[in-house]
């Protein structure tokens, strides 16, 4: 059952049927228990009137109450019966209506529980009183010694009580069963009306498409149980307009970059071209051409390995590796520029510093970072690396001087084709991907990556990846 009408509505049927057998049966237990405590006085009574008018006159029982009108007992349909005998078990007097049979007692009775349920002797099911007396001595003509110890038993049939009784069951299942439609209706109708508001957010959600990300969900006068799902909509509205709004701004700043290249390969080959050249310019321009399809290449590379960590396609070999090494060979590449820019380049390693990660990764971070710090350091500038263990994690720190990112904007250098200098927007080398690669990248390695501006011109990055083996 996959509508939540229908749950909430059998939910509450089942409950509210569930209370109302707990109480049915309540009150039938009740209403049985008053009747039968109804039927004990009554056969109570009986039994004690007739144990008064047992009178004994020398040592002759009279039962005075054998001339009164006790039809009862003497009935063909339905009798009831009584038993009179002596203590010691020899029988006195029995009904009529139990002719030559006997009455089932106990003997002695039980004090606690006179009355019990009791088979009468026709089959019936019954309830019989059990006295134990002593016979009223006659004035007039006095027993010899004590009066007579007597055991009266009387029983009577249940029907009247039985056929009350189901009646009354007839009349609380129809009572129940009526009371459980019209609720169910009830229940139906509040169900529908209480879950308007779970409809109206289906439709409003169903109206939103790609063209309307920027639409939001009303809050305000929702329920308090729908409130929290209307506000995770919004969040997740929203960074999916981020996101919608990123592919944008990529494809339009990949169009960009592709096309510059582009644009300059076509305008070198069109200018060869144009007339017969020596040798010399023909090397010279497809130099050009390949320096320029070098910068492509390495572009589209980058976006690809992008691409991949997105789809986490990406796939990771965990090995031993030797920091110091790692950060030698990745350093390696930049020594003539940093060279060329005078820059003072310190490096301090934690020494025998290891660590089991994927080497590769590693190598394409560090190298980028390098880069970056090169590039940006101011001329006569310092470069600073550093790789420690850090609560058991590998971590590498890299700052330069000359930094133009102001502090506010710091963490925007993860974003894809950002630049914080806006004189080197146009620089074909740098498109503003490359601490975005990093931070995927030590992402994919679940670890951390953080820049900081300061004030001073420092541009600091600090990273952190885990299972570490320092």
Not at 17 to 29: H, Y
Not at 360 to 366: A, D, I, M, N, T
């Amino acid at each position: 059952m996959s509508s939540l009408r229908n749950r909430l509505l059998l939910t509450m049927t089942l409950g509210m049927g569930i209370v109302l057998l707990l109480a049915g049966d309540a009150l039938d237990r009740m209403i049985w228990a008053s009747m039968i405590a109804e039927f004990d006085e009554s056969l109570t009574n009986t039994a004690k009137t007739m144990a008064g008018l047992v009178e004994q006159e020398g040592n002759r029982l009279d039962l005075e109450f054998e001339e009164l009108e006790m039809a009862e007992f003497q009935r063909n349909n339905r009798p009831s019966y009584y038993q009179i005998r002596l203590a010691n078990g020899g029988a006195v007097a029995r009904s009529p209506s139990l002719k030559s049979g006997d009455l089932t007692s106990p003997s002695p009775p039980a004090a606690a529980s006179p009355i019990a349920d009791t088979q009468l002797p026709d089959g019936r099911s019954g309830r019989m009183i059990t006295l134990t007396f002593q016979a009223r001595a006659d004035h007039e003509s006095p027993p010899q010694g004590e009066p007579a110890q007597l055991v009266l038993a009387v029983a009577r049939d249940l029907h009247n009580s039985q056929t009350a009784m189901r009646r009354m069951r007839i009349a609380l299942a129809i009572v129940g069963l009526v009371t459980t439609l019209i609720t169910i209706i009830i229940l139906a109708c509040l169900v529908y009306v209480g879950l308007k508001p779970a409809d109206a957010l289906a439709r409003r959600i169903g109206d939103i498409d790609e063209r309307d990300l920027a639409a939001r969900i009303e809050t305000r006068n929702c329920p308090d149980e729908l409130r929290p799902i209307a506000e995770r909509l919004n969040a997740l509205l929203e960074r999916l307009a981020g996101a919608f709004d990123r592919e944008k701004t990529m494809t339009a700043n990949v169009a960009h970059e592709l096309r510059t290249p582009l644009a300059g390969l076509r305008s070198t080959l069109e200018v060869t071209l144009t007339q017969s050249r020596d040798e010399a310019t023909y090397t010279g321009a497809m130099r050009d051409c390949l320096e320029i399809c070098k910068q492509s290449q390495s572009l589209l590379e980058t976006l690809l390995t992008l691409a991949r960590l997105d789809a986490g396609a990406e796939s990771t070999y965990l090995e031993r590796i030797d920091v110091a090494q790692l950060l030698h060979d990745a350093w390696t590449p930049f020594i003539a520029s940093a060279t060329i820019k005078s820059l003072n380049v310190t490096r301090h390693v934690e020494p025998d510093l290891a660590a089991i990660s994927d080497i590769s990764k590693l190598r394409l971070v560090c190298r980028n970072l390098f880069e970056n710090a090169v590039y940006y350091a101011d001329a006569d500038g310092a470069v600073e690396i550093s790789a420690r263990t850090h609560d058991g994690n590998l971590q590498i720190v890299v700052s330069n001087s000359g930094s133009r990112v102001k502090a506010e904007d710091a963490h925007r250098v993860f974003a894809r084709f950002w630049r914080g200098d806006a004189a080197r927007s146009q620089d074909a080398n740098h498109r503003g991907i490359g601490l975005s690669l990093c931070a995927r990248v030590v992402e994919h390695l679940s670890g951390e990556i953080s820049v900081e501006s300061t004030n001073g011109g420092r541009f600091i990055v600090k990273m952190t990846i885990p299972n570490s083996n320092g």
